[in-house]
């Protein structure tokens, strides 16, 4: 099937429509709900999805207080941060969602968010921006450099921030210490109006091959790579495989598990493989790719 694409210049147009195309593909983004005080104290609380963790050596968070696309002004977030370089980056989750698009409503400088939003600040330990004490963690983190992108509407500007302490709620940690991710409950942002929640019903989980390396997508037999029933994405699940299934297991599990599919349909050899392809790929969507394996290679086995 012939994919067709539509292909853009972003120079040729408008920034508002290129804003939209980014922010409408590139998610779901982490939100970076962002502490900062001005000269003479005032809190400002404000939240930015151009965000992310860079580094772990030093702990590197960056954000990005991005120039309005209509006025050209700038945040509160960059004033302040050029002023006071300090912020606590409070992490958003499904609870307090609604109080943080609150506090991202345009108030005049001066007009604390905490109070706008119900939130409740607590001192921080090592800078003075207050912590969001709803947030379930909370980085302190001094701001060593603002790179500035640009000077039209639409640019942005870097805050390159290292975390000097982290507060977490114990009760989102593991018994290990770690952050459960069905406790912490975290959401991001998507184009528009959409927001994206991490519970249960979005997440699942894929072994990242960091100390193993998979058999690949070109050691993949010809005749399972051509399937009209697996995807490329199945195969990808395929080929992180260490190694395939030797003989023994495949006999076995046709003959424990397959036996009924292969005695139904012993005189109609290509409905068999369309099945035993179908039953992979059922078997790949839970996670048991030696099964799937065994399930393809019995095709050919014996």
């Known amino acids: 099937m012939t994919t067709k694409m539509k292909t853009i210049n972003p120079k040729e147009?408008?920034?508002?429509?290129?804003?939209?195309?980014?922010?409408?593909?590139?998610?779901?983004?982490?939100?970076?709900?962002?502490?900062?005080?001005?000269?003479?104290?005032?809190?400002?609380?404000?939240?930015?999805?151009?965000?992310?963790?860079?580094?772990?050596?030093?702990?590197?968070?960056?954000?990005?207080p991005a120039r309005s696309g209509r006025t050209n002004t700038t945040k509160d977030t960059y004033n302040n941060v050029k002023k006071i370089p300090e912020v606590v980056i409070n992490v958003v989750n499904y609870d307090?969602?609604?109080?943080?698009?609150?506090?991202?409503?345009?108030?005049?400088?001066?007009?604390?968010?905490?109070?706008?939003?119900?939130?409740?600040?607590?001192d921080s330990e090592t800078i003075r921006p207050k912590r969001v004490a709803e947030s379930p963690v909370q980085f302190e983190c001094k701001v060593i450099e603002v790179k500035e992108l640009g000077t039209e509407g639409g640019a942005?500007?870097?805050?390159?921030?290292?975390?000097?302490?982290l507060h977490i709620n114990e009760a989102v940690l593991t018994e290990e210490g770690g952050i459960d991710q069905h406790k912490i409950d975290l959401v991001a942002r998507m184009g528009g109006n959409w927001y994206c929640?991490?519970?249960?019903?979005?997440?699942?989980?894929?072994?990242?091959?960091?100390?193993?390396?998979?058999?690949?997508?070109?050691n993949i037999p010809e005749d399972i790579r051509n399937s009209t029933i697996l995807t490329g994405n199945d195969l990808g699940q395929l080929g992180n495989i260490e190694e395939l299934p030797n003989e023994t297991e495949v006999n076995e599990y046709k003959l424990l598990e397959l036996s009924d599919l292969f005695i139904s349909l012993e005189d109609h050899p290509e409905k068999l493989e369309e099945e035993l392809h179908k039953k992979a790929?059922?078997?790949?969507?839970?996670?048991?790719?030696?099964?799937?394996?065994m399930t393809l290679l019995a095709f050919n086995n014996g």
């Open 13 to 64: 147009i408008s920034v508002p429509e290129l804003h939209r195309l980014l922010l409408g593909s590139i998610g779901p983004r982490p939100i970076a709900f962002a502490s900062t005080i001005d000269e003479e104290g005032n809190d400002n609380l404000a939240p930015f999805s151009f965000f992310n963790v860079f580094s772990a050596n030093p702990p590197i968070l960056i954000f990005s």
């Open 96 to 122: 307090i969602v609604h109080q943080m698009s609150l506090a991202s409503s345009p108030f005049p400088p001066g007009v604390s968010e905490f109070v706008k939003a119900g939130f409740t600040p607590l």
């Open 156 to 165: 942005g500007n870097l805050v390159i921030c290292e975390v000097l302490k």
């Open 197 to 218: 929640r991490a519970d249960k019903n979005s997440m699942f989980e894929i072994e990242k091959p960091i100390t193993t390396i998979g058999i690949g997508f070109d």
């Open 281 to 293: 790929k059922e078997q790949l969507k839970e996670n048991k790719t030696k099964e799937a394996w």
